[in-house]
Each structure stands twice: as structure tokens, then as C-alpha cells.
């Protein structure tokens, strides 16, 4: 098992947190398009995973927390 430092410890939290947060944001989108967009979630995810750059993975969860906002109020605004 990897050892993590508490800065590493806590980027990693926050990084899961967003999956959550982005998961259950996908769950109240119409049904034809909630498959997609889950997976959606996932490449994105699946593609920086490797990333070890905290500065980088710093800047990745600000992205992904602006578009997840997006994301619930355009859901809002449709009445999802």
C-alpha cells in the first residue's frame, strides 16, 4: 500500500468527493442521457488518475466543480 503525505491525503478526499458530488449531480438528469453522462464522469476521472502534480490536480478539481455547478443549474433551471 501506498503511503500518503496529509497534503496528498487530503487532494485525494477532495477528488473523491467531487466524483460523488458529480455522480449524484448525473443521477437527476433525464433518463435517456443519465448513462452517458455518468460515463462521461468517469473518463474524465479515468483519464487523470495517474496525475501526481498537486498544482495540476488542484487546478482539475476547481474545473470539475465549475462544471458540475454548471451542470445543476442548467438541471435546475429544466426542472431536474
Known amino acids: 500500500m501506498v503511503q500518503l503525505d496529509l497534503q496528498s ?6 477528488v473523491l468527493k467531487l466524483y460523488r458530488q458529480a455522480l449524484k449531480i448525473a443521477h437527476r438528469a433525464p433518463v435517456h442521457v443519465r448513462g452517458e453522462l455518468k460515463q462521461t ?4 476521472m479515468e483519464k487523470n488518475r495517474d ?7 488542484r487546478y482539475l478539481i476547481s474545473e470539475g466543480l465549475e462544471r458540475i455547478k ?4 442548467m438541471l435546475d433551471m429544466q426542472g431536474h
Not at 41 to 44: D, I, S
Not at 51 to 57: F, G, L, W
Open 9 to 14: 491525503f487530503i487532494l485525494r478526499a477532495r
Open 41 to 44: 464522469v468517469r473518463q474524465e
Open 51 to 57: 496525475c501526481n502534480d498537486k498544482q495540476k490536480i
Open 70 to 73: 454548471g451542470l445543476d443549474e
